[in-house]
């Protein structure tokens, strides 16, 4: 992909859109198996979606804010391969807590706790600025040059461009 061009491509961040979400998702259902699922009888969407889940009250409610923590890890990686651009980062974080949000919203209601609150700000915001991060440092790396080419080759390559350059003037 060419960074320079900026084009505005809605089918492409729509699609970028649902991976994120989805692969969110699935990254906090393998979390919530491992670790709420040994802990409770039946697994359901409720520990997914309902805000009374979210609790410091209980062992489990604890398993269920680990998986959500550990799951905003994941997202800035998986980030760092959808996105890959370190200011897209916040609005894609933002967006997907504000679907989850809404998701929640119809599924059990107004998050009344204030621990939901605190645990999906805090996974907001532990995902936007990790993905920020790791995107930067993947933009920030040295190029790699190829070691193929001698130094005669490189040399004659580098003739060859200022000469191509002084005709142009």
């Not at 919530?32 to 889940?53: A, C, E, K």
């Not at 974080?93 to 059990?108: E, P």
């Not at 130094?151 to 060859?160: D, N």
């Amino acid at each position: 992909m060419f960074y320079g061009a900026m084009v505005w491509d809605p089918w492409l961040i729509v699609s970028q859109i649902i991976c994120l979400q989805c692969l969110y998702y699935l990254t906090l259902g393998i979390l919530m198996s491992i670790l709420v699922g040994t802990r409770v009888s039946r697994m359901s969407l409720v520990y997914f979606f309902d805000y009374s889940t979210l609790t410091t009250s209980t062992v489990t409610g604890w398993c269920v804010i680990v998986a959500f923590l550990l799951s905003s890890l994941a997202g800035a990686g998986i980030m760092l391969h959808l996105v890959e651009r370190a200011k897209k980062c916040l609005d894609f974080s933002a967006t997907l807590y504000i679907i989850h949000f809404f998701i929640c919203l119809v599924y059990g209601g107004w998050p009344s706790s204030i621990t939901w609150w605190i645990v999906n700000g805090t996974c907001l915001g532990l995902m936007a600025l990790l993905g920020e991060w790791l995107c930067i440092k993947r933009e920030m790396r040295e190029i790699p040059i190829s070691r193929l080419r001698s130094s005669k080759f490189h040399a004659l390559f580098m003739i060859e461009k200022c000469l191509t350059f002084l005709l142009v003037i």
